[in-house]
């Protein structure tokens, strides 16, 4: 389904659109206050947005040499091409282990591998141990926003859904009585899991370790409870010195909740004693994406939210409109690198306003490579045939001065004259919502020609 | 060829022609900013408390003052038998330790823009301690602190590291419809004793 039509379903109970976009705007306000008060603040992103690309440059190296690094400290690593080896090699070591119970704290790479499917399928539990993702796993959906993975949902909601899953007392929605009902069946969790999986915000290229950022502790009190600890991440994680933490820790909480930094920043370096340490490394299209001069900055993304929580759109069309595990304006330049036509709406989700370039901790053009994206897409998917033939006819009349007055004239008289019923007739897909301007009897070029005119007049 | 070889190979031959890695001007970030004044004020942004003590003896009676009828503490502070109520062998088994009511450690650096507390494998007799606890007490002298993450990982050699992390605040969230609730799966409180 196309991302308006998708749009169209989450704009049906208008009190929680109206929600949604004020509680994101609020979280973007937050990060202004926030990235208000650090000195710097425009060099830091540059800074980010510098070791990013040095990394891209030099990745397969820094790969490398992580990957030596990790093993040096005991931690064996994998390498998965796509979802699906990727999901084998978690399975295997799963299996290996004996693991039967697994928890997991917040990853989009195993999201947008269907891992849980995956393992569900082969007899083995996981458990989404970060509070909104625990929600919507209960309620079996996908995350709506990678920071932030519930805000589709209110109180009331996780209400019933707690008192269905985890036989909570109704309670009207109050948020410290169900955070407090989740700690206690997240601790059982914990304590019963044979492996714990995590993903993985920073890999350090000099000495192989890896940093996950957490507000809620929940990445450790799995990882150091468990017999087993698996780290997935993607190849664009690296980083080449643990010194540039200092850079992309400031960029990261303040962007994404206007913390100065998440409440946990764990720093995984060795396993501990006789537990089980693995990384897997995953490539799933982000090889493809770096081929790309136009579109390789998108892998600078270290996954904050900022440009979600201020993009018009995705305020309010939500995040599940997009279809797609990263969605707002970041997804909509990652996805259509892995399928063009599945994913051709989503670019056109956007009004170009370049909130989110301004926005992106790592400075990433977002809304030039959403413009990037539809020429390609316009050329190479088959575009619907009122938005083909409409473009084509303003083309025309566009280039030609005389007949944009003389159309514009009509139209103007049109407005004036024809009723509603036909002006906003079902060719017209902005008129669905919203009405047209009222038509003018007199054109700009008249208007300006006449003053000129008077003005004349005047002088003489 | 197997998948790792083919990774490489591909991302080899996709990356762009060389960038150079930028360098770290600090002078662009320093606000000259007073550490333990701003130490504080972040402690409490994160919803935690911050009291300057004497020494470690006043740490562990303001301790008690504060957390009075708690029935598990521990603590790694010297000359403070009177106030765990569990040893090292207890820790070993740390699926054990979901009633620990309170946990004391002390602290070799902090960072004053955010708050953060830095704790390693040396500080923590068991790593996931500090998360399992009810309540966490950290213990830093006030001349530890440094301005921004910089300065802190300036002072971390990345080849003597096992596991360390850095801790604001308690654990909190704010998944259900955006009200923050402070105790989400870690600790549900964070005092910082400066000495």
Redesign the interface.
């Known amino acids: 389904m196309s991302h308006s039509k998708l749009a169209g379903i989450f704009n049906k109970d208008e009190k929680k659109v109206d929600w949604h976009d004020k509680a994101l705007w609020f979280v973007r306000h937050k990060r202004d206050l926030s990235v208000h008060e650090v000195k710097g603040w425009e060099e830091l992103r540059n800074l980010g947005h510098g070791i990013k690309a040095h990394t891209l440059s030099h990745l397969d190296v820094y790969l490398e040499q992580f990957e030596a690094n990790a093993l040096k400290n005991g931690v064996q690593v994998h390498w998965a091409a796509n979802g699906d080896e990727h999901n084998q090699i978690v399975h295997g070591i799963l299996k290996e282990n004996h693991a039967k119970k697994v928890v997991k704290s917040k990853s989009m790479l195993t999201e947008e591998c269907h891992l849980n499917p995956f393992l569900e399928a082969n007899d083995i539990e996981v458990i989404d141990t970060d509070l909104g993702e625990r929600i919507v796993q209960l309620a079996k959906e996908q995350p709506s926003h990678i920071v932030l993975p519930a805000i589709h949902k209110n109180k009331l909601e996780v209400d019933e859904l707690f008192q269905e899953h985890l036989g909570t007392k109704p309670c009207n929605g109050d948020p410290q009585y169900l955070t407090g009902e989740a700690r206690k069946h997240l601790r059982e969790k914990f304590i019963h899991a044979d492996a714990a999986i995590t993903g993985v915000n920073f890999a350090i290229a000099e000495n192989g370790g890896f940093v996950v950022c957490t507000n809620e502790g929940n990445a450790d009190m799995g990882a150091h409870l468990a017999a087993v600890h698996i780290a997935c991440m993607g190849v664009e994680k690296i980083i080449p010195k643990q010194e540039h933490l200092g850079v992309f820790l400031r960029l990261l909480a303040r962007s994404a909740t206007g913390q100065p930094i998440t409440t946990y920043s764990s720093h995984f370096r060795k396993p501990r004693k006789d537990t089980k340490m693995h990384i897997v490394i995953v490539d799933n299209g982000r090889s493809e994406q770096l081929s790309r001069p136009d579109f390789r900055a998108s892998l600078h993304c270290i996954r904050c939210g900022a440009c979600m929580n201020t993009c018009p759109i995705y305020r309010r069309s939500g995040g599940h409109s997009y279809d797609a595990t990263i969605p707002g304006p970041i997804g909509s330049i990652l996805s259509p690198g892995k399928d063009l036509t599945k994913y051709s709406t989503l670019p056109f989700a956007s009004t170009l306003c370049g909130s989110c370039s301004d926005v992106c901790p790592v400075k990433i053009d977002i809304h030039t490579q959403l413009y990037k994206w539809r020429q390609i897409i316009g050329k190479e998917t088959p575009q619907p045939f009122i938005k083909k033939k409409s473009m084509a006819a303003m083309g025309k009349i566009f280039s030609k001065p005389s007949l944009y007055g003389k159309v514009g004239a009509v139209a103007h008289w049109a407005l004036r004259t024809l009723p509603k019923s036909l002006i906003n007739s079902w060719p017209n897909i902005w008129g669905k919502t919203r009405d047209l301007p009222v038509g003018h009897k007199q054109s700009f070029d008249q208007w300006y020609k006449e003053r000129e005119n008077n003005k004349k007049d005047d002088q003489k | 060829m197997?998948?790792?070889d083919?990774?490489?190979?591909?991302?080899?031959?996709?990356?762009?022609?060389?960038?150079?890695?930028?360098k770290?001007?600090l002078d662009?970030?320093?606000?000259n900013i007073d550490m333990v004044k701003e130490f504080i004020r972040?402690v409490e942004?994160?919803g935690g408390k911050v009291f300057e003590v004497t020494d470690n003896k006043e740490v562990l009676s303001k301790t008690q003052e504060a957390f009075p009828d708690t029935k598990v503490n521990f603590t790694n502070l010297d000359d403070s038998g009177f106030f765990n109520t569990i040893d090292y062998e207890t820790l070993k088994n740390?699926?054990k330790l979901?009633d620990l009511d309170v946990l004391v450690l002390e602290s070799t650096l902090g960072?004053a823009?955010?708050?953060?507390v830095w704790l390693t494998d040396n500080d923590i007799p068991?790593?996931?301690i500090p998360?399992?606890t009810k309540h966490l007490v950290l213990v830093l002298p006030k001349e530890n602190i440094v301005p921004?993450?910089?300065q802190?990982?300036?002072a971390?050699d990345?080849?003597v590291?096992?596991?360390?992390?850095?801790?604001?605040?308690?654990?909190?969230?704010?998944?259900?419809?955006?009200?923050l609730?402070i105790?989400?799966?870690?600790?549900m409180s964070m005092t910082v004793f400066l000495v």
């Open positions: 197997d998948s790792r083919t990774i490489l190979k591909k991302l080899k031959a996709n990356k762009p022609e060389f960038i150079a890695l930028p770290i001007n662009i970030f320093d606000e972040k942004v994160a740390p699926h979901n960072v823009e955010n708050g953060a068991v790593r996931v998360f399992i921004y993450m910089h802190a990982y300036n971390l990345p080849e590291l096992d596991y360390g992390i850095f801790i604001s605040g308690p654990s909190k969230t704010a998944d259900i419809e955006q009200s609730v105790g989400a799966q870690g600790a």
